[in-house]
């Protein structure tokens, strides 16, 4: 039987007393997941059954049917999530996620995107139905079962589809690290109040992570009451979209009287404004290019509408660490076309969840180009001494390295400057890689044709083997092909049998195209297959970053194999079309790190070693 779900009430402020709980808030769908022995039912806030679009939380139940037989009837409550980290998911993810309608995109999306489904209530355990007990004794049950079960208790990403959401004492602090984290915020619960059904209760309060940025007014719908709002891209101008909540009493009075009397349009539904009034919202973030639940904060009369560009608003969409300090946001990185460090900031914004898994735990090399791609540039490894406390950093052979995690790292080291991001093939937990590259390097930009020609030779090579690789631009002049494997599988010295082997494979076969030659003196006009470079202490340039290039803000980009063809030209793969390409369409290395290739690399190392006691 449907039950509709109890619902927070919203709180500007945290409350105070001990009977208070706290939790990370997820975005997602909230959902009860109902379990007996004849049926599982999993159903959101407004009915809708669930099972269909989320097979894998369905599964996940099935797979682990016996150990929820004691508990069994129970009804689970919880936010359905694309985890993204221990403290944050993906809007973004979840709403796809929910529009699909065709089996085989939802199939392909569970292996893409796979969702999780984060428990914090308890409603029904044993035929027992505590809602009616206090929230209390509700988590100690709660915690019963998620231990008996299996569930991990602190939500991360993973393979396991259930997971459980701890509570904590200390308000404040969970709510400094939800905005470390940039997480949608906490939710405080009254550890005495009952489960009830169906209404929005002062018992559950949540407080959001809001951000701020500034807009300019471009209007008034006289029907609604909304402002609808912009910002300056590029010199057009980008709807960010309307506000109304916020602004009350006289205050909205004056600003419609201001648009009045200085409108470029008016008829029945519409007033129109030139940009010239800026003023500051609070909103959650951005979704669609679109403001996510904004109101207003203050007008900003002392500061001009020029500085309300889309970039501002980007690099403001998302939280950071209070010690990091954004400076120079006009300076010129690039000048063909011109790129600001704004602009730069908000790429990696735009990049960040695609490009930090290949960082993560990493020691990171960066290029510096502290006054843009057209000055000097620098490596770095070591952290510096002036590195703010939250760098996490990790001592590898007397150097300090960086470990580039999460968001504030990332935008910090932006903010710094670095445009590229190397990266070695382990972490640093490890000797041993967690994956394979291939660097096909032609002679120039002008001879890419034979990167492609190579990239799509070793795909055949590599699909004759049943064997999945992942295709990027290196964001110069080649192609380089990612081959994902199980960190601590292979040694250095077994992944170097198997790059050798290819690589000499290729040479042997197309020995005018393509060479295995180190000295370019001696390489002529042929593409240079560097199997070398993939070893312990070497690195590569890590998915998403741009290039230190002065001509353009070129990217390493993934692509998806059927774009490897002869008419790919790696100048369309810029900072600005690389971002407005994950905005519609899914990240082609998304399952890159769901995909191992051990078994299939084991088998050919076997064949090598076949061949040379052969000979």
């Keep these: ?142 915690l019963s079962l998620s231990e008996a079960c299996g569930f991990p208790l602190t939500p991360a990403p993973g393979e396991v589809r259930i997971q459980y959401v701890p509570s904590f004492s200390d308000g404040d602090a969970l709510f400094k ?36 940025g500034l807009v300019f007014i471009l209007g008034y719908d006289k029907k609604n009451g909304y402002f609808k709002t912009g910002t300056y891209d590029h010199g057009t101008i980008k709807e960010a979209g309307v506000f109304s909540h916020g602004l009350e009493g006289e205050k909205r009075e004056s600003l419609v009287e201001i648009l009045r009397q200085n409108k470029e349009t008016e008829d029945s539904q519409w007033i129109t404004i030139a940009p010239a009034i800026c003023v500051e919202l609070q909103f959650l973030g951005l979704y669609k290019n679109q403001l996510r639940e904004p109101s207003f904060h203050a007008f900003r009369f002392d500061l001009s509408h020029e500085l309300c560009t889309w970039s501002q608003l980007k690099v403001h969409s998302v939280s950071v660490h209070e010690d990091i300090q954004l400076t120079n946001p006009d300076k010129p990185l690039w000048n063909k076309p011109v790129r600001s460090k704004e602009d730069y900031l908000a790429y990696l914004i735009d990049v960040s969840e695609s490009m930090l898994p290949f960082l993560e735990d990493k020691h990171l090399t960066v290029i510096r180009y502290p006054h843009g791609t057209s000055d000097e540039a620098f490596y770095q490894k070591n952290c ?3 590195a703010p406390d939250f760098i996490k950093t990790s001592l590898h052979e007397g150097i300090e390295y960086i470990l580039c995690n999460d968001h504030s790292t990332l935008l910090w080291l932006g903010n710094q400057g670095a445009i590229e991001f190397h990266v070695p093939f382990q972490t640093r937990k490890s000797h041993q890689p967690n994956e394979i590259v291939f660097d096909l390097d032609p002679p120039s930009r002008n001879e890419f044709g034979l990167a492609v020609k190579a990239a799509l030779e070793m795909h055949k090579l590599f699909e004759s083997f049943s064997l999945t690789s992942f295709p990027k631009l290196s ?40 060479t295995i030659e180190r000295l370019k003196k001696n390489r002529g006009n042929r593409l240079y297959v560097d199997y070398i470079q993939h070893a312990e202490g070497k690195t590569i340039i ?74």
């Design 1 to 142: 039987m449907y039950v509709k779900p109890m619902l927070p009430s919203l709180s500007l402020k945290k409350p105070e007393g001990s009977q208070w709980s706290f939790e990370i808030k997820f975005d997602g769908f909230r959902a009860l997941l109902s379990i007996s022995e004849s049926a599982i039912s999993f159903t959101s806030r407004n009915g809708k059954d669930l099972a269909p679009l989320f097979p894998e939380i369905i599964e996940a139940v099935r797979s682990s049917f016996s150990k929820f037989q004691p508990f069994m009837p129970c009804t689970l409550d919880g936010e359905l999530t694309v985890l993204q980290s221990a403290h944050k998911a993906s809007f973004e993810k979840i709403q796809k996620r929910g529009r699909l309608k065709k089996e085989e995109n939802i199939q392909r999306a569970v292996h893409t995107d796979p969702c999780t489904f984060l428990v914090f209530d308890l409603i029904e355990c044993a035929g027992e139905k505590t809602a009616a007990s206090p929230l209390k004794i509700r988590k100690e049950k709660l």
């Design 177 to 212: 690290n939800a905005i470390r984290h940039d997480s949608e915020g906490i939710v405080a619960k009254d550890l005495t109040s009952r489960w009830e059904p169906g209404i929005r209760t002062k018992n559950w309060l949540k407080i959001k992570n809001y951000k701020y």
């Design 384 to 386: 510096p001494d002036y």
């Design 475 to 514: 964001g110069g002049k080649g192609i380089q092909i990612h081959i994902p494997i199980t960190e601590g599988t292979f040694s250095y010295e077994q992944t170097r049998s198997f790059t050798e082997f290819i690589a000499s494979y290729l040479v042997q076969v197309f020995p005018e195209a393509f």
């Design 542 to 615: 890590s998915p998403y970053s741009l290039r230190g290039n002065p001509a353009g803000a070129y990217a390493a980009a993934p692509l998806y194999w059927e774009e490897v063809k002869d008419s790919l030209n790696p100048d369309s793969y810029t900072m600005n079309t690389v971002a407005d390409r994950l905005q519609d369409q899914p990240c082609p290395f998304a399952d890159f790190f769901t995909s191992p290739q051990d078994k299939v690399i084991t088998q050919i190392l076997h064949f090598i070693e076949e061949q040379k006691s052969k000979e």
